[in-house]
């Protein structure tokens, strides 16, 4: 028995050379990696599941903002032994996906427990929302203020705040 999604837009012919050459094989096609993708204030996390498969075989690569995972489950039973039914998926899975420039490759982390596999994609410094304070001093001349700026940028934006904020009539 085999289960098989219904797309009412995909190609009918391409799927039964892909049923036929199955059938023909022997061997079963790898289907995709369901997995989950949510954000939150610091970044994005991935859910993959991959039941059955090895961590050793996982491969995580990005390159681009293209963020690459292969993995692979290897059959139980070997070569040449009568298989009556083999409805679980084997071979190599792959899955890409798009990162936007706001994700910090160098810092994304990556764990497998119960058959999911976990990512953690933090947002770029930058990226990050940060909150800006309006402040009145005694003259009545209003001074902003950006949480998380160090003192050399808060320094370089006060010259180029007061020298843009001349013409203007604050």
């Known amino acids: 028995m085999s289960v098989l999604r219904f797309d009412p ?9 892909r049923l036929t050459n199955q059938l023909l094989s022997g061997t079963r096609t790898p289907m995709g990696m369901p997995m989950d993708v ?15 498969v090895d961590p050793d075989s996982v ?13 692979e ?10 298989v009556v039914i083999a409805e679980r998926p084997q071979g190599t899975f792959t899955r890409q996906l798009q990162l936007g420039d706001t ?11 119960d058959g999911v596999l976990h990512l953690d994609l933090p ?4 990226a ?6 309006v402040k009145t001093d005694s003259s009545g001349r209003r001074q902003v203020t950006v949480e998380g700026e160090t003192e050399e940028s808060a320094s370089a934006s006060e010259g180029t705040t007061n020298s843009g904020t001349q013409g203007v009539g604050t």
């Open 128 to 133: 990050q929302p940060r909150r800006v304070q």
């Open 73 to 82: 489950r290897r059959a139980e039973y070997q070569q040449g032994q009568s």
């Open 59 to 71: 491969d995580i690569t990005t390159e681009r903002n293209v963020l690459t995972i292969k993995a």
């Open 38 to 52: 949510w954000q939150i204030d610091d970044g994005f996390h991935v859910c993959v599941d991959l039941p059955g």
């Open 9 to 17: 837009f995909g190609d009918p012919f391409r799927q039964m050379d």
């Open 123 to 126: 947002m770029t410094q930058a």
């Open 103 to 113: 994700v910090d490759t160098e810092n994304i982390q990556a764990s497998y427990a």
